[in-house]
T-cell receptor
């Protein structure tokens, strides 16, 4: 079955530690995204990538970093510079050219990060 | 830069109708609509493209006014399963594949 896999589902870290969240897709999608979700704030875009080896900052990129070395993978690192990292993180992918579907976002199940 | 949604919350009785609005300060290329249940990933409902094309859910309809940079989602004859938070996602004109979301509309359908 094609889809997006995020891991881990739950993660606890101490303040000051860097954390990397994994996102893998086997949908052959070119574009991938990371969103952060906090109560009452909707989905806020952290980073997105249109193709391999290319990525763009979203609206709240400070304190985060990404890489896109393979089409299937788009890991997100939450660095110690992120002031309030406790949140629900969602990864998504889409076919931006609508070749295989309507061009909608396919979301993973999310990773819930708690910083103690 | 996030699209603006209204209302922020609504309570319906089963069978009633609702409209959720979404507007953008920038020109829109496409509008996406998703529904999210608590603790789950958002689920795709509909996408509306510049030029009038619509693709998505059979029982949910939506409109897209390109000139006003607005979209509305119409939920008719609501069912209990319609409960959740609805998000509109905007892909603005101008090239890159950026999709940003509003803060959501929390919909509760009661018996």
């Amino acid at each position: 079955d094609g889809g997006i896999t995020q891991s881990p589902k739950y993660l606890f870290r101490k303040e000051g530690q860097n954390v990397t969240l994994s996102c893998e897709q086997n949908l052959n999608h070119d574009a991938m995204y990371w969103y952060r979700q906090d109560p009452g704030q909707g989905l806020r875009l952290i980073y997105y990538s249109q193709i391999v080896n290319d990525f763009q900052k979203g609206d709240i990129a400070e304190g985060y970093s990404v890489s896109r070395e393979k089409k299937e993978s788009f890991p997100l690192t939450v660095t110690s510079a992120q002031k309030n990292p406790t949140a629900f993180y969602l990864c998504a992918s889409r076919d931006p050219y609508g070749r295989t579907n309507t061009g909608e976002l396919f979301f993973g199940e999310g990773s819930r990060l708690t910083v103690l | 830069q996030q699209p603006v949604q209204s209302p922020q919350a609504v309570i319906l009785r089963e069978g009633e109708d609702a409209v959720i609005n979404c507007s953008s300060s920038k020109a829109l290329y496409s509008v996406h609509w998703y529904r999210q249940k608590h603790g789950e990933a958002p689920v795709f409902l509909m996408i509306l493209l510049k030029g009038g094309e619509q693709k998505g859910h059979e029982k949910i309809s939506a409109s897209f006014n390109e000139k006003k940079q607005q979209s509305s989602l119409y939920l008719t004859a609501s069912q209990l399963s319609y409960s959740g938070t609805y998000f509109c996602g905007a892909r603005n004109s101008g090239g890159y594949q950026k999709v940003t979301f509003g803060i959501g509309t929390k919909l509760q359908v009661i018996p």
